[in-house]
């Protein structure tokens, strides 16, 4: 009996790890699409366009569901800052820092389950605050004798608004509670081009899209692939692994995202940085492990 439960286990947790490695990697392709002149914003649109048609070529009854449901819509609008700000950060900014802030997600549900929910803050409630907001305090450590936020780029700030909305995106699914009609799936999607389309043609600086090309547009089709099944992959993880397991294998995409960037100098490590991240992912872990 506990070998067929150690191994029904098995898959869900290996699709979690794999749903986390995608994202934590997220930014180097991202990042060779940039080099070939096609901006963060405009790839995360295409994208994410792509993505949404073969959601809904998978899930019929996708559209529909979104179609009779407000609630799916706002789902739209925070999934899609979330990962408009997201893909601009980690390919722009430090990546190391910008996953971290990005990973303030117990600050933000601790907030919005006091704002929204009427929940009162427990003790262990404030303790992740306290954690969440002295990491971020180290995180943005001052450089070079400039202050506080003067030491941060308004980059790696792009993280902290992700999250931010990456914890609303979640208090929006679990509302929703749909989970067979690909309709959550084909918001979050539709969200990234509905939001990052209009911000890649509106926002001075950003550059026009090079002329159309196999590479970039194969590039960018082959992502939305590996995102669909990320989603996927996600989906059948969760169904099938207990909360707090799935939060704290999630965790392991600030491994990916750091070690790669470390690596490949995408990224820089110093010791308020180290102490800050260790901060943020305490945080999250007690919140990953609260009953």
Not at 46 to 64: N, Q
Not at 214 to 221: I, K, N, R, V
Not at 262 to 271: D, F, K, P
Request: hydrophobic share 60%; charged share 10%; with cysteine.
């Amino acid at each position: 009996m506990t070998d067929t439960r150690s191994h029904a286990g098995r898959g869900p947790a290996l699709a979690l790890l794999a749903n986390a490695a995608v994202w934590g990697l997220t930014w180097w392709p991202l990042r060779q699409l940039q080099a070939l002149g096609l901006h963060p914003l405009w790839a995360t649109a295409l994208i994410f366009a792509i993505a949404a048609a073969l959601i809904s070529l998978r899930w019929r009854g996708a559209w529909p569901a979104l179609l009779r449901r407000p609630l799916l819509w706002c789902i739209v609008v925070a999934a899609g800052i979330n990962n408009a700000c997201f893909n601009w950060g980690i390919t722009e900014g430090d990546v190391v820092r910008v996953v971290l802030l990005f990973y303030l997600m117990p600050l933000w549900t601790v907030v919005l389950a006091r704002w929204v929910l009427h929940e009162r803050i427990s003790p262990a409630g404030l303790l992740r605050v306290a954690l969440s907001v002295g990491g971020a305090a180290l995180v943005l450590w001052p450089r070079e004798g400039h202050g506080l936020l003067q030491g941060a780029r308004a980059v790696d700030l792009l993280g902290a608004l992700a999250g931010f909305f990456f914890a609303v995106n979640n208090i929006l699914l679990r509302k929703a509670n749909d989970r067979d009609s690909g309709a959550p799936g084909l918001a979050m999607f539709l969200g990234g081009l509905v939001v990052a389309l209009p911000l890649a043609a509106l926002l001075p600086g950003v550059p026009t899209p090079p002329a159309l090309a196999p590479g970039w547009l194969g590039a960018c089709a082959a992502l939305a692939v590996v995102y669909v099944g990320s989603n996927l992959a996600l989906q059948y993880a969760a169904t099938r692994l207990p909360a707090n397991a799935t939060s704290v294998l999630m965790i392991t995409e600030v491994l990916w995202a750091a070690g790669s960037a470390l690596l490949l100098g995408a990224g820089s490590l110093s010791l308020p940085l180290a102490l800050g991240g260790a901060l943020i992912l305490g945080s999250a872990l007690l919140a990953a492990l609260r009953p």
